[in-house]
């Protein structure tokens, strides 16, 4: 047994986060107030955007982006089936089809040549997902869209802080979106964001989030205000975004010590002939997300897990292709249509990855996971 239970991710949470939560919990607003367009300014700034539009939850982001385009009911939407089941359920609580293109087999990100053999005249937009925070090809995803009129939509809810071509992921689709879960790479607890460059769907955006309504309380001369579309509530407190902004301040920090953690495993796994590590394509800067190794065929990955999680090694598995699930099984996808897809869920496995982890909890995972390789 390892001496302590070691997560697949967790939050770090300093004095000073916790002063900055501290003093918003002192003052009169607690939401909707100063705070919501400080840290806006703040993500914004970062990942080079004209705009961003935070929000109570990563899914709720991913909602309001596919909501702002306006789409008529039954447009087809296309994304990966090897996500977090947020990416796809976004497009079915606007009244739209999820088609599944199958992934890549080096970056498990969706497959370019497979989305374009999935466009039909109904296709009116693609989410793709940096999945474990490695951007996709983004060139090739906009040479698609051009060709097709077709939106973007990146969910980098992986990929805070990572780099395609040289340029910070948060403007090169039409919007972006982003999670603030505890396990990402900063957190509110819960929390996430839209951004973008693009001037009307920003406008959409602040109304989506808020009911429709046209101006905030602040804003009224009288009672009176207007219902423009129909929105939601996914405002987010005053105290979250005060967390954000403490968290913004650390993210060089945070994302270097994820490298290093990465690069640690690299150099000690490389050479298992028993698993494969994550391949790096060399135009990107990877945001380290997750660290998924892949098992050998010959290896049955099932086991590998349950032995990691009797040592309390909190491996994971992601994801369980969305097409398997119950509520999916309805649209009648075939599994055998994704066999890529099919091969990487059967012998992928997430080990510990997160800027609090001591250089022993790395040591432990690593002689953790060679010891249940040689099994
Ligand atoms: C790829 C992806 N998209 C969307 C989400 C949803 O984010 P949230 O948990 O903030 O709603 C997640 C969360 O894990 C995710 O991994």
Not at 14 to 39: H, M, Q, R, Y
Not at 116 to 123: E, L, Q, S, V
Not at 207 to 221: C, Q, V
Request: net charge positive; charged share 25%.
């Amino acid at each position: 047994m390892s001496q302590k239970n070691i997560p697949y991710g967790f939050q770090t949470i300093e004095n000073d986060d916790i002063d900055a939560v501290g003093n918003v919990l002192k003052s009169d607003l607690l939401t909707t107030g100063p705070k919501v367009a400080e840290f806006e300014t703040a993500l914004s700034n970062y990942v080079n955007a004209n705009y961003a539009i935070v929000a109570n939850s990563g899914t709720s982001a991913l909602d309001m982006a596919v909501a702002a385009l306006g789409l008529k009911p039954n447009s087809e939407i296309i994304t990966t089936p090897f996500t977090f089941v947020a990416s796809s359920n976004c497009i079915l609580y606007n009244n739209c089809k999820p088609i599944f293109a199958d992934i890549n087999k080096e970056t498990y990100n969706i497959d370019t040549d497979q989305i374009r053999k999935k466009i039909t005249k109904k296709t009116k937009a693609i989410v793709y997902v940096d999945y474990a925070g490695q951007p996709c090809e983004i060139d090739e995803l906009k040479k698609i869209a051009q060709d097709n009129d077709l939106f973007l939509i990146e969910d980098a809810c992986h990929a805070f802080g990572a780099e395609y071509k040289g340029k910070r992921i948060g403007s090169l689709a039409d919007m972006t979106i982003f999670s603030f879960h505890p396990v990402k790479h900063i957190t509110t607890g819960e929390g996430g964001a839209v951004t973008t460059n693009n001037d009307e769907f920003y406008k959409k955006l602040k109304l989506l989030r808020n009911h429709g309504i046209d101006k905030p309380p602040s804003e009224r001369a009288d009672y009176s205000y207007d219902v423009k579309m129909l929105g939601r509530n996914y405002r987010i407190t005053d105290f979250q975004c005060a967390l954000g902004i403490s968290q913004l301040k650390k993210i060089d920090r945070f994302l270097k010590r994820r490298e290093e953690i990465a690069k640690r495993y690299k150099e000690e796994l490389v050479n298992t002939d028993k698993l494969t590590i994550p391949y790096v394509m060399p135009n990107v800067k990877h945001a380290w997300h997750l660290y998924p190794i892949m098992v050998d065929k010959k290896i049955n990955r099932d086991t590998i897990f349950t032995s990691m999680r009797q040592k309390g090694i909190g491996v994971n598995v992601h994801y369980i292709p969305i097409y398997k699930f119950s509520h999916y099984k309805q649209f009648g996808f075939i599994e055998k249509n994704y066999p890529t897809t099919e091969d990487i869920f059967s012998r992928i496995l997430s080990i510990p990855i997160y800027p609090k982890m001591t250089d022993q909890d790395v040591d432990t995972v690593i002689r953790e996971i060679s010891n249940s390789l040689r099994g």
